[in-house]
């Protein structure tokens, strides 16, 4: 399974900006899909997820700010940030969970895409 993401960049606060990631490569079912992020220094936090029963979990840190959704037919996964603060600066991270058509398991991450806000 491979996961390719999209859509970070460079942005000023307040702004918004919308993450993609696409899996693909033999999949029976997904059971969660989330977005970390990586500040450097710190270490790998969950930004969001999103699990097959519809569940949402959001670090309190981007509550009301980021959404996140997915499209089930192309096996993506989508944030949505707004309100962008220079604290958001990080290296994004997609990962998902699930299992293959053969019937294993897999938890694949994917490249990162580096969302850099401007105070």
């Known amino acids: 399974v491979q996961l390719q993401a999209s859509g970070g960049g460079l942005v000023q606060a307040g702004g918004s900006l919308r993450l993609s990631c696409a899996a693909s490569?033999?999949?029976?079912?997904?059971?969660?899909m989330g977005w970390y992020r990586q500040a450097p220094g710190k270490q790998r936090e969950l930004v969001a997820e999103?699990?097959?029963?519809?569940?949402?979990n959001y670090a309190d840190s981007v509550k009301g700010r980021f959404t996140i959704s997915r499209d089930n037919a192309k096996n993506a996964v989508y944030l949505q940030m707004s309100s962008l603060k220079a604290e958001d600066s990080a290296v994004y991270y997609c990962?998902?969970?699930?299992?293959?058509?053969?019937?294993?398991?897999?938890?694949?991450w994917g490249q990162g895409t580096l969302v850099t806000v401007s105070s």
């Open positions: 990962n998902v969970v699930g299992y293959t058509a053969g019937m294993r398991a897999f938890n694949t």
């Open positions: 490569g033999g999949i029976h079912s997904i059971n969660v």
């Open positions: 999103l699990t097959s029963g519809d569940t949402r």
